[in-house]
């Protein structure tokens, strides 16, 4: 952001508007289509399609000769990101639905690592001279080489491979949506889907001016402090694998959800840099679990149909977009603190739901 902001000559709310806003609004209009599309007719092309298309967009951003190139060509990574990771996801949760939450768990521990990796990247092209163009083009690039690897490799057929004979017209997009809004079980796990958001980029974000403000902390020691996080988070998530071999899944969800809680209230108390490091790798740790065992319940409230499940998720992007600025005006209103507590929703919210789903209204869930 920083060096968009000098390269390009933008104010910090064009900042905010090209990173989040504007790449948030296009994904939320293409992605439903294109992920219902891909369920019907195979997810190996919108897989293998959306990665080139965020490489090609990551080269036009790293080449781009004008603002007008960076902002067609944003919109068009996320949307093509949301589109390749949300087949790919439901490739793996519907080629082995017993062990779906296993393989979230995967999924996010490679997601938590590929977020430790993108500063390093960054740090080694600034080594060499490079700027945030010249690393854009290598993301790219190492995004185009996977695409080649990917499309190597066999995907399953279709849930209804078409044929010769005359077939009736598929439901639109928002009616398919609209009928699984009507699955109450589906929209309670959306919703922890998407308070899995909290403790993230708000989090960090927030967490910043909480350290320097409260604490104290200069930059570097800021750094250090929140880079326990994903720390943890890589140590959580490998925990996590285990004990799903072991117990039930809500099981693990409700106690993660708790420590978690515990966790992060004593963060926000924690009286110096070194047990407010400590305290966040443990919401870190603590945290990783929830996204990836909640969105594996989403997908078994409607088992079959992941593209769907992805398309209804999506409508949550507003709510999404707005937080942040609805926690900015608390903060200015009520203080810092009151901003941080908000946050804290994400854990109980995740827990009321883990205590409160109903087993019988569940796919029977055994310890492995």
């Not at 117990?247 to 840099?273: D, I």
């Not at 908000?342 to 739901?353: E, K, S």
Request: positive net charge; hydrophobic residues 60%.
């Amino acid at each position: 952001a920083p060096d968009l902001r000098s390269g390009l000559g933008l104010s910090y709310q064009a900042v905010a508007l090209l990173l989040f806003v504007l790449p948030l609004a296009v994904a939320l209009l293409l992605e439903p289509p294109l992920l219902l599309r891909a369920d019907r007719q195979g997810r190996k092309p919108f897989v293998v399609g959306g990665l080139i298309g965020m490489a090609a967009a990551q080269v036009a951003v790293g080449l781009a000769p004008s603002l007008p190139t960076v902002v067609l060509a944003l919109p068009l990574i996320a949307t093509a990101s949301g589109c390749a990771c949300g087949a790919a996801q439901a490739t793996l949760v519907e080629a082995d639905p017993a062990r779906s939450e296993w393989w979230m768990t995967r999924w996010a521990l490679s997601a938590t690592l590929g977020d430790l990796a993108a500063p390093l990247l960054l740090a080694a092209v600034a080594f060499c001279g490079g700027a945030w163009r010249q690393a854009f083009v290598v993301s790219g690039a190492l995004t185009a080489l996977y695409a080649a690897a990917v499309a190597r490799r066999p995907f399953p057929a279709p849930l209804a491979a078409p044929s010769s004979e005359a077939q009736p017209p598929a439901p639109s997009t928002w009616r398919v949506v609209a009928a699984a809004a009507g699955n109450r079980r589906l929209l309670a796990w959306l919703s922890g889907v998407f308070l899995c958001s909290f403790l993230d980029e708000l989090l960090l974000a927030l967490g910043a001016l909480h350290l320097a403000e409260n604490l104290g902390l200069g930059a570097a020691a800021r750094a250090g402090v929140l880079a326990a996080f994903p720390i943890g988070a890589v140590g959580g998530l490998a925990v996590c694998e285990r004990l799903l071999a072991r117990a039930a899944p809500r099981s693990v969800l409700a106690g993660s959800a708790a420590c978690c809680t515990a966790a992060y209230l004593g963060w926000l108390a924690a009286p110096s840099a070194i047990w407010s490091g400590v305290l966040l790798a443990l919401v870190g740790a603590s945290a990783a679990p929830l996204y990836p065992i909640a969105k594996a319940q989403a997908y078994r409230a409607l088992p079959g149909r992941p593209g769907a499940v992805n398309a209804l998720g999506q409508l949550f992007t507003p709510a999404e977009v707005a937080l942040p600025f609805l926690l900015g005006v608390l903060a200015d209103r009520c203080g810092l603190l009151a901003a941080l507590l908000v946050l804290v929703l994400q854990p109980v919210g995740i827990l009321a739901l883990a205590l409160l789903s109903s087993r019988s209204s569940a796919p029977a869930e055994t310890s492995r």
